[in-house]
């Protein structure tokens, strides 16, 4: 499996804590968070191979059977926080949706499986991308702040080579009426054993 922009390590890692069979790579620009998935895999003494730069640059020399990812996914148009590591990881316009879905495409096994979340604004662009390089979106599930809000994310599962029709999940509610997390939410941290916290790292 490939985490691409692993970040801070942390879905990768969850998957490989669940999946022992499974043999997880990570592919990581930024140095910052290449230290951190790194050292959260000696923490929780998982092996991982991390690969180091651009995703649209790197030639990985081999196919996956499961790629998932976290992408930046805020289109550049929308103003933008003048932190660097921020504008990195949340603007489309350092990984273009097109790129990197073709991308994607190259390095997957004949069926294997992409696992994404994506602006739901953009979900014709997913589709259009998507069925330019036959990975047939099996999959959505559409994630709402609250029951009275509207989607802001999609969560999209696609397969190469599919020809299953699709599925549209139930959508998932983030909130509760209180403000507080609902129990999907709850339930999801609950099944991973993790919680959010916020912490600053600074890597000479």
Partial sequence: ???IGSGSGILGLLMARDYD???????????EFQFLSQKNS???????????????????????DYIVSNPPFYPSSVVKSENKNIKIARYNDN???????????????????FYFCYDVKLINDIMEHCN??????ES??????????????????????SKT????LPPFIMFGKDGKFGDETNAVYQKCSTHSIKCQVDVQ
């Fill in 165 to 168: 029709l699709m599925k549209i």
């Fill in 42 to 64: 000696q923490i929780n003494n998982i092996n991982s191979s991390m690969f180091r730069g651009s995703f649209l640059d790197l030639d990985f020399n081999k196919q996956f």
């Fill in 1 to 3: 499996m490939l985490d």
């Fill in 140 to 161: 959505l599930q559409f994630l709402h702040p609250k029951a009275t809000k509207e989607a802001s994310l999609v969560l999209v599962m696609a397969k190469k080579n």
């Fill in 132 to 137: 330019k390089v036959k990975l047939n979106i």
């Fill in 95 to 113: 990984l273009p949706l097109e790129h990197f879905i073709l991308k994607v495409s190259k390095i997957l096994t004949t069926n294997g499986k």
């Fill in 21 to 31: 069979k499974l043999k997880l790579n990570q592919c990581e620009i930024q140095k």
